[in-house]
């Protein structure tokens, strides 16, 4: 049984006596505080600086739509999760991405110097762990960023399959220019009850007030969001991830496939193959489920670990097949 199963499972039996209650009304500010304390002891963080989204793709919709003006420019790198970019052009922004050169591994000193020398920038973006390659960028080299960036983005919508010392949120003290999105999408498997949420200081809290909906959450959402914060699934589930990883790029690299920088606790990683034109539409002929908004390029794909061994040698039988 995969790890988001039993998440599903354990929070589902959690809320099933009051969930009849529960769906009679309409999302309290009870519900919303409740979430935030939880969130606030998960990461040892101030509950003042938690703010709440439709997802983490709701938080940085309305980061943008608060910060953005036409002809904005945003920077970030390539290959990245693209949803973002799309988001800052809706808003008639300009989003300038550098590519990531040898093994798509981040190169801090030159994003830094590129920054320098192109101050204009109203916000730069990063996400991190890398969505699609699963690489983890220390904290460090983030905080180098953070020194010459108007305004910087961190997405953590992996970040649960970090150490929780490389989090961004760790520079809010000293850097009231960051701003860290993070999601119970990824590591805890609740992707369709769309609950994220966004670390910040006020200023920039307010102008994201601004742009609230009423009644904007799931209020069973909200519940469940609060107890699966009580479980430990996540760090016991990373071994596990760490073998299957292991296992996948061992068998990709001796098909001939390139594997980008990655980092084994995280359940993506980015395969390319030079070879193939279109790699995505064979992979996705013989069933292999790749990420639709992982890259731009036809010959890379965003493989997701599947959440068992058996699972892993089937992927792997239909590719050599």
């Known amino acids: 049984m995969a790890r988001w199963e039993l998440i599903h499972i354990l929070v589902i039996i959690g809320i099933s006596v ?15 505080k409740k979430l935030k304390e939880g969130i606030a002891e998960f990461l040892k963080i ?16 309305r980061i943008n739509k608060a910060l953005l003006k036409p002809k904005s ?14 988001n800052v052009n809706s808003f008639g922004a300009v989003y ?25 920038h109203k916000i730069v973006y990063i996400d991190n762990p890398s969505n699609p390659t699963g690489q983890i960028i220390p904290l460090k080299e983030i905080e180098k960023v953070a020194k010459v960036a108007n305004v910087l983005i961190v997405d953590e919508a992996y970040g649960e399959f970090m150490p929780k010392k490389n989090s961004a949120v760790n520079l809010l ?7 860290v999105t993070r999601s119970f999408s990824k590591g805890f498997g609740l992707a369709g009850l769309r609950i994220g949420y966004g670390i910040m200081n006020k200023k920039f809290g307010k102008l994201y007030e601004k742009a609230r909906l009423p009644f904007e959450f ?9 107890k699966a914060l009580q479980s430990n699934l996540i760090a016991e589930s990373i071994p596990k991830i760490k073998a299957e990883k292991k296992f996948l790029i061992v068998n990709f690299k001796k098909l001939g496939f390139e594997i980008a920088q990655t980092d084994l606790s995280v359940p993506i990683f980015l395969a390319k193959c030079s070879k193939i034109p ?8 013989r069933g292999i489920l790749t990420g639709e ?3 731009k390029t036809n010959n890379e794909v965003r493989i997701r670990i599947p959440g068992s061994m058996k699972k892993c040698r089937e992927i792997i039988k239909r590719i050599s097949n």
């Open 96 to 120: 300038k991405s550098l590519k990531l050169k040898e093994n798509y591994k981040f190169a801090v000193e030159e994003f830094v110097l590129f920054i320098e020398n192109n101050p204009k």
């Open 173 to 179: 003290k000293d850097f009231d220019t960051v701003i």
């Open 218 to 226: 799931n209020i069973v959402g909200l519940e469940v969001a609060f």
């Open 293 to 295: 908004y992982a890259t």
């Open 46 to 61: 101030s509950e003042s600086q938690i703010f709440l989204g439709n997802g983490s793709m709701g938080v940085l919709d």
């Open 278 to 285: 279109n790699l995505k539409k064979v992979f996705s002929e």
């Open 73 to 86: 420019l945003v920077l970030g790198f390539e290959p990245q999760f693209t949803v973002f970019e799309e």
């Open 18 to 32: 009051e969930f009849s209650e529960l769906v009679k009304n309409y999302p309290s500010e009870s519900s919303e």
